[in-house]
């Protein structure tokens, strides 16, 4: 019975340390702008309202008090940010599955020279700092012509996307039951086997892959932030970085980060009952 | 290989189609067919923008009067070792490293032995510790920025509903990286949660039967039961917590901007300032090869002292 009570307080206080920051925030969108006026902001808005997601999305919006809140002057780089950022994200999950399925089922299930080199470039890949590269980067953009475009973004973020999943599904493929060695028996080709057997038995764990491969493009700033800031080629952070020096709007900046949560939140759910199942833990052994 | 014939022979008479075809890659062959592309795009889009650095750091770049790039071999190096600011930015980054992984290791374990149990609505727990790897760093930046300022602050609000009209500031000096731990291991803790909790469930059942047999207190049952077996998966993510925290950048840049004045200024945020404010390329890519020895270095001396240990055992 204690311990009952000891986890049930221990549940509560893990709920409240996750949501805090997030509640802080996100109810800066729900404030009226006389609410913010005052000092300090009240804990609970007490009239919650929806003005800020209209305007980031540059519409007017009558409050009740009939105070006209108007549309935000970033609406149109929010709705080019996000329409990039969809773009971006999935064509980085894409790109990441295709070249990572392959590459980490033969790194998890055939034995063959230079292994450990290979499997140790990977993981330097991983190690790297992305200040360290993003002179050069851009520098090499720059010289191809890749600087403010979509597919340069796509190109740097996959550098990071491929060793990180290929290293978790690489412990994840060895887990799996080697169902193909008795398909192989049967004559199926390697890439049949791979294709309509091992992939069809990995779905969880190549589901979890793809969500972590489009989450990471769908957040990444750094390399947004000096690749394509201030092209025609922004995403949503860097779209989102604009309220913060142009022109302060509290309510509009926290709504707009409120839509940023939005879709990961709702892969959420399913993270938690997918990942548990996956073993990421050691590649080399 | 005289026996192929029979052995093909011997195949196709028992159904197996490979004999019509040719002979099959080996699985070297097979491995480096899907490897080698991948290897060339690793080589194009790591290795090229990693040589390209080490250019740099053994140039001066000048920008101011056209662009200009004099060798000067391994001078910006040296000059590195004189930085004052880059002594302190190590030092922040040590502390900040030491900080972040110590308690994003242990608000883990605790969410992974939580979520181990069964919980009134179990489902949403979950999902809602789930959450701050679902915000973005940035996004995790501007949040603890504004629970931490004075204007904004939850310390503030509170002060106020308490009745002490005095804003409450912790974005000072004082204290600012330790906020800075704070919001950094509020986004990695969930990550180090579900892959200890992916661990827990591999625990048989009966072992914890068996320890109550033995009347373990529940400290020695955790000791002796619980932790053994998640004691590698500790070691990993010791290892992928540190990396990622020395590689931090957009969190900071977001949160502080490495201030106040340069309190919170970690390796990284000092090579972004070098190369983009002050635009002196060269000797931005010598400190972020300091950078790179640092955070090498640093997992190596883990692996040393933790790892192999856990490897063999």
């Known amino acids: 019975m204690k311990s009952r009570r000891f986890l049930t307080i221990a549940a509560l206080v893990a709920v409240i340390w996750s949501l805090l920051p997030i509640y802080w925030f996100c109810r800066m969108a729900f404030l009226t702008p006389t609410e913010i006026q005052r000092f300090p902001w009240p804990l609970i808005p007490h009239a919650p309202n929806l003005a800020s997601f209209f305007n980031i999305f540059g519409f007017n919006y009558r409050l009740a008090s009939g105070i006209v809140s108007p549309a935000s002057g970033q609406a149109g780089q929010i709705i080019n940010g996000l329409e990039d950022s969809l773009i971006v994200s999935t064509a980085v999950m894409v790109l990441t599955l295709a070249i990572v399925l392959p590459l980490s089922y033969v790194f998890a299930r055939i034995e063959f020279a230079f292994k450990n080199v290979l499997l140790f470039a990977i993981l330097l890949a991983v ?5 360290s590269t993003l002179i050069p980067f851009y520098t090499m953009y720059i010289r191809v012509g890749l600087a403010g475009t979509l597919t340069g973004l796509v190109i740097v973020d996959l550098t990071i996307t491929v060793p990180f999943v290929a290293w978790m599904l690489i412990g994840y493929f060895r887990n799996l039951p080697p169902i193909e060695r008795l398909a192989r028996v049967d004559g199926y080709g390697r890439l049949a086997a791979f294709g309509q057997l091992v992939l069809p038995l990995a779905r969880s764990g190549v589901a979890v892959a793809a969500v972590i491969a489009f989450l990471f493009a769908w957040n990444e700033y750094t390399y947004a932030l ?51 199942e996956m073993n990421l833990v050691d590649p080399l052994r | 290989m005289a026996s192929e014939p029979a052995l093909r022979l011997g195949a196709r008479r028992l159904g197996i189609s490979f004999g019509r075809r040719r002979r099959e890659l080996s699985d070297t062959q097979f491995a480096l067919a899907i490897g080698a592309p991948v290897l060339a795009f ?34 910006n190096f040296q000059k590195v070792l004189a930085d004052q600011d880059f002594w302190w930015s190590t030092w922040v980054t040590v502390r900040i490293t030491a900080e972040v992984v110590v308690l994003t290791m242990l608000v883990g374990l605790g969410f992974a032995l939580v979520l181990n149990r069964r919980v009134p609505a179990g489902g949403v727990v979950r999902t809602v510790i789930c959450l701050p790897w679902c915000v973005s760093t940035y996004g995790a930046g501007l949040m603890f920025a504004y629970l931490a300022r004075g204007q904004t602050g939850l310390g503030t609000s509170l002060a106020y509903a308490v009745g002490i009209t005095h804003p409450v500031d912790l974005m000072t000096s004082d204290v600012v990286i330790e906020v800075l731990a704070v919001g950094a291991a509020w986004t990695m803790a969930p990550l180090v949660a579900f892959f200890l909790l992916a661990n827990l469930k591999t625990i048989p059942r009966r072992l914890y039967d068996l320890a109550a047999l033995d009347q373990l207190s529940p400290l020695e049952t955790f000791w002796n039961v619980t932790l053994p077996p998640l004691r590698y998966t500790l070691f990993v993510f010791t290892s992928i917590v540190t990396v990622l925290t020395m590689k ?66």
């Open chain 1, 226 to 276: 000096v690749l394509v800031n201030g092209t025609t080629a922004n995403t949503l952070p860097t779209a989102i970085s604009g309220f913060l020096y142009q022109y302060p709007e509290p309510g509009n900046l926290a709504a707009a980060v409120l839509v940023t949560i939005v879709p990961p939140a709702m892969v959420a759910y399913f993270l938690q009952r997918h990942i548990g």
């Open chain 2, 42 to 75: 690793l080589v194009l889009v790591v290795a090229y923008p990693l040589g390209y650095a080490v250019w740099m750091s053994l140039h001066r770049i000048i920008f101011f009067g056209g662009y200009r790039a004099v060798f000067v071999g391994l001078s």
């Open chain 2, 248 to 313: 931090l950048f957009d969190f900071i840049f977001v949160m502080t901007g490495g201030g106040p004045g340069e309190t919170s200024a970690t390796l990284t945020y000092e090579v972004y300032k070098i190369s983009f404010k002050n635009l002196d390329l060269g000797y931005g890519a010598a400190m972020s090869f300091y950078l790179l020895f640092l955070i090498i270095g640093t997992t190596f001396l883990l692996y040393l002292v933790w790892g192999r240990r856990e490897v063999t055992r």
């Open chain 1, 127 to 131: 190690a790297l700092p992305p200040v």
